[in-house]
């Protein structure tokens, strides 16, 4: 098949290079000039994925929009969520009409409280048959080295996500298929905001029964919300459950976790942020959490209390108080 990856951050371009392994044409599109020349010229993207020295031959790249996506099949958004919106709004009326858009993003947009299939749907002007989510355990340098991993497609229409999961399976990567869109955008954006959380703790010195205690009352909040927007509870036990949270709380290649870490060893937010290797969605994607459960009428604790961390800047001490009211309540 023809796919185009919108976006050669990591995981664009660890995901291009898996479409690639299992026999398609790949076609990137970035904004800088520097990674288009590296992936088309060189077979290398030396400012976002370095550690993958050659990328397949099938993999080019381009910064025409219009002709990235001109005979795509497949077009896969790979930007960072809350720009999302405005990259894709330049894209409306090029993609083909038959082409399935697939979102690898994991992020609330702020302000607005929406998940990202409400945001690309929205953007394109695309029917749900023809939005696929991807989530899972996938950090993408493993990826890129071409470790056993899996992950979950999501779409409306079942027979479009086994397209999608036919089109990214090969001898190292492995797709389920579910019509559970909610639950795949739910999980993947709200344990980011966790793993922000466990890294904090971590960074601050803090042990396992730590760990264990926010990862798993974080499980608790992401269910309680995915569950009140419409998500499928079966999904948050599944691989983009619990599963990404097990990856991404216990590695520092997680961006949000080593985000989370820098805080609990003392950076600010800015520090933090000027050293974060590429987007940590889970910090502007708690505040819109937090509005979220608002707006459904759910407790969001751990969100809150991270909320406060990144705005008011209360210490890792203050954070993990505040998960728990006082009174003795049922798990
Ligand atoms: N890395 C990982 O392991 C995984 C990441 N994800 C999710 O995938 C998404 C992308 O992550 P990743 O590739 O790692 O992130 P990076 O930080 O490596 O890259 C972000 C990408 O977004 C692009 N971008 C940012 N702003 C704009 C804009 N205004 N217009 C167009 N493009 C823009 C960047 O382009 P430019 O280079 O020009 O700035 C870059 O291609 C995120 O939502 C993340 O949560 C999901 C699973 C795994
Ligand atoms: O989503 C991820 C792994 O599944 C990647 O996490 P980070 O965005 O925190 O690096």
């Given at each position: 098949?023809?796919?185009?990856v919108?976006?050669?951050?990591?995981?664009g371009?660890?995901?291009?290079?898996?479409?690639?392994?299992?026999?398609?044409?790949?076609?990137?599109w970035?904004?800088?000039?520097e990674?288009?020349?590296?992936?088309?010229?060189?077979?290398?993207?030396?400012?976002?994925?370095?550690?993958?020295?050659?990328?397949?031959d099938?993999?080019?790249?381009?910064?025409?929009?219009?002709e990235?996506?001109?005979?795509?099949?497949?077009?896969?958004?790979?930007?960072?969520?809350?720009?999302?919106r405005?990259?894709?709004?330049?894209?409306?009326?090029?993609i083909?009409?038959?082409?399935?858009v697939?979102s690898?993003?994991?992020?609330?947009e702020?302000?607005t409280?929406?998940?990202?299939?409400?945001?690309?749907?929205?953007?394109?002007?695309?029917?749900?048959?023809?939005?696929?989510?991807?989530s899972?355990?996938?950090?993408?340098?493993?990826?890129a080295d071409?470790?056993?991993?899996?992950?979950?497609?999501?779409?409306?229409?079942?027979?479009?996500?086994?397209?999608?999961a036919?089109?990214?399976?090969t001898?190292?990567?492995?797709?389920?298929v579910?019509?559970?869109?909610?639950?795949?955008?739910?999980?993947?954006?709200?344990?980011?905001?966790?793993?922000?959380?466990?890294?904090?703790?971590?960074?601050?010195?803090?042990?396992?029964?730590?760990?264990?205690?926010?990862e798993?009352r974080?499980?608790?909040?992401?269910t309680a919300?995915?569950?009140?927007?419409?998500?499928?509870?079966?999904?948050?036990?599944?691989?983009?459950?619990?599963?990404?949270?097990?990856?991404?709380?216990?590695?520092?290649?997680?961006?949000n976790?080593t985000?989370g870490?820098?805080?609990?060893?003392?950076?600010?937010?800015?520090?933090?942020?000027?050293?974060?290797?590429?987007?940590?969605?889970?910090?502007p994607t708690?505040?819109?959490?937090?509005?979220?459960?608002?707006?459904?009428?759910?407790?969001?604790?751990?969100?809150?209390?991270?909320?406060?961390?990144?705005?008011e800047?209360?210490s890792?001490?203050?954070?993990l108080a505040?998960?728990?009211?006082?009174?003795?309540t049922?798990?």
């Amino acid at each position: 098949m023809n796919i185009t990856v919108l976006g050669a951050g990591a995981w664009g371009t660890a995901f291009g290079q898996v479409l690639a392994d299992a026999g398609n044409n790949v076609t990137m599109w970035a904004r800088e000039p520097e990674i288009v020349e590296g992936i088309r010229d060189h077979h290398h993207n030396g400012v976002r994925l370095p550690s993958v020295e050659k990328l397949p031959d099938n993999m080019t790249a381009t910064g025409d929009r219009a002709e990235s996506v001109k005979d795509a099949e497949i077009v896969v958004v790979a930007i960072a969520a809350q720009f999302a919106r405005v990259a894709l709004a330049d894209f409306k009326g090029l993609i083909p009409s038959d082409a399935i858009v697939v979102s690898l993003m994991k992020g609330i947009e702020r302000g607005t409280s929406k998940r990202m299939d409400e945001v690309v749907r929205e953007a394109l002007d695309l029917p749900a048959d023809r939005f696929a989510a991807i989530s899972g355990p996938n950090l993408s340098k493993e990826i890129a080295d071409r470790q056993p991993a899996a992950t979950v497609v999501g779409c409306a229409n079942i027979d479009n996500a086994r397209k999608v999961a036919a089109a990214c399976t090969t001898d190292y990567f492995k797709a389920f298929v579910t019509t559970d869109v909610i639950g795949l955008e739910m999980c993947g954006s709200l344990k980011n905001v966790v793993a922000l959380a466990v890294g904090m703790a971590r960074g601050a010195g803090y042990g396992e029964n730590t760990a264990a205690m926010i990862e798993t009352r974080g499980l608790a909040e992401l269910t309680a919300l995915g569950q009140a927007a419409g998500a499928d509870p079966k999904t948050f036990a599944g691989l983009a459950g619990v599963g990404d949270l097990i990856a991404t709380c216990g590695s520092p290649l997680s961006r949000n976790y080593t985000f989370g870490s820098n805080l609990g060893k003392g950076l600010s937010v800015e520090e933090a942020t000027r050293v974060s290797n590429g987007v940590a969605e889970g910090v502007p994607t708690t505040d819109a959490v937090v509005a979220l459960g608002d707006e459904l009428g759910v407790p969001t604790p751990l969100a809150f209390a991270m909320s406060r961390v990144l705005s008011e800047g209360i210490s890792c001490q203050q954070m993990l108080a505040e998960l728990f009211g006082s009174e003795i309540t049922e798990e």
